[in-house]
């Protein structure tokens, strides 16, 4: 089921931005100890996920996953 919030004048949500999301992916692994080539492999792989799914297919991933 997806989350939904009221919007506040003035404080809607942030507009979608790969390269954020990339980012957060990135703050989250180094404060994870991963190894930079390990974030390198990650980052490369997000391009491709971008390409090849929908945002719809990876908000159902997170939904249904168990991470």
Same mark, same amino acid.
């Given at each position: &089921?997806?989350? /939904?919030?009221?919007?506040?004048?003035?404080?809607?949500? $942030?507009?979608?931005?790969?390269?954020?999301? *990339?980012?957060?992916?990135?703050?989250? &692994?180094?404060?994870?100890?991963?190894?930079?080539?390990?974030? *390198?492999?990650?980052? *490369?792989?997000?391009?491709?996920?971008? $390409? +090849?799914? /929908? +945002?719809?297919?990876?908000?159902?991933?997170?939904?249904?996953? $168990?991470?």
């Amino acid at each position: &089921m997806k989350k /939904t919030y009221p919007s506040i004048p003035g404080l809607e949500p $942030d507009a979608w931005s790969n390269d954020a999301c *990339r980012g957060y992916v990135i703050m989250a &692994m180094q404060d994870c100890g991963f190894s930079h080539e390990d974030i *390198r492999r990650v980052v *490369r792989q997000l391009h491709e996920a971008f $390409d +090849i799914h /929908t +945002i719809n297919e990876a908000e159902q991933k997170y939904y249904h996953g $168990d991470y």
